[in-house]
């Protein structure tokens, strides 16, 4: 079965940096693309950025609100996939969610959602 | 980019049909069939439940049914039951970036 477990959350002061974990298992980890998705308390979901397979170069797409501040990662050997979070502020406040990030020769969409990790940006 | 449209809230009887529109522009949803749908009940994380316009992943009911036309997408859900009030999502995906819409809170009365 494939599952998603994201780590890392927590609470951090603004300004500061912080680096969440997913950890993937049930497939193979280097075949697929990886997405971020958070959802701040009581809002709607926001795409933060995914991370494409090795086969595709392993390049990275950013939303506009995080650009420049967030870089996505990947280490294959370990089948995780890294959310590095620089500068934040209290508006990233949010659940983040890891996916797995599946295409069809038309489409692209999150197959399956890890359960979340909570990162609270307050002074 | 904009976030796709959705009404805030609908809600039907048990037995009954609803639509659950998602309107985009002739940028996104007018162009490209990646549309994709997301339920979410509360305190759970989101689930897929259709993908490229009107697919369904293995295991989700055919109470689920999506279509498209122009600049807006749709979800229908037939034979509303209990277990389908939560929240809806509706996401595309262009070139290089993706967008959510802001999401539909289903009541099942």
């Known amino acids: 079965e494939m599952q998603v477990v994201e780590s890392g959350g927590g609470f951090i002061q603004p300004g500061r940096s912080l680096r969440l974990s997913c950890t993937g298992s049930?497939?193979?980890?280097?075949?697929?693309?990886m997405s971020w998705v958070r959802q701040a308390p009581g809002k709607g979901l926001e795409w933060v950025g995914f991370?494409?397979?090795?086969?595709?170069?392993?390049?990275?797409e950013y939303a506009a609100s995080v650009k420049g501040r967030f870089t996505i990662s990947r280490d294959n050997s370990k089948s995780i996939a890294y959310l590095q979070m620089n500068s934040l502020n209290t508006d990233d406040t949010a659940v983040y969610y890891c996916?797995?990030?599946?295409?069809?020769?038309?489409?692209?969409?999150?197959?399956?959602w890890g359960q979340g990790t909570l990162v609270t940006v307050s002074s | 980019q904009s976030a796709l449209t959705q009404p805030a809230s609908v809600s039907g009887s048990p037995g009954q049909s609803i639509t659950i529109s998602c309107t985009g522009t002739?940028?996104?949803?007018?162009?490209?069939?990646?549309v994709s749908w997301y339920q979410q009940h509360p305190g759970k994380a989101p689930k897929l439940i259709i993908f490229?316009?009107?697919n369904r992943p293995s295991g989700v009911s055919n109470r689920f049914s999506g279509s498209k036309s122009g600049n807006t997408a749709s979800l229908t859900i037939s034979g509303l039951q209990a277990e389908d009030e939560a929240d809806y999502y509706c996401?595309?995906?262009?070139?290089?970036?993706?967008?959510f819409g802001g999401g539909t809170k289903l009541t099942v009365l």
């Open positions: 996916t797995t990030w599946g295409c069809t020769s038309t489409s692209c969409f999150d197959t399956h």
């Open positions: 049930g497939f193979t980890f280097s075949d697929y693309a």
């Open positions: 991370i494409r397979s090795k086969t595709y170069g392993e390049t990275a």
């Open positions: 002739s940028s996104d949803l007018g162009v490209y069939n990646s």
């Open positions: 490229e316009v009107n």
């Open positions: 996401s595309s995906y262009t070139v290089n970036y993706r967008v």
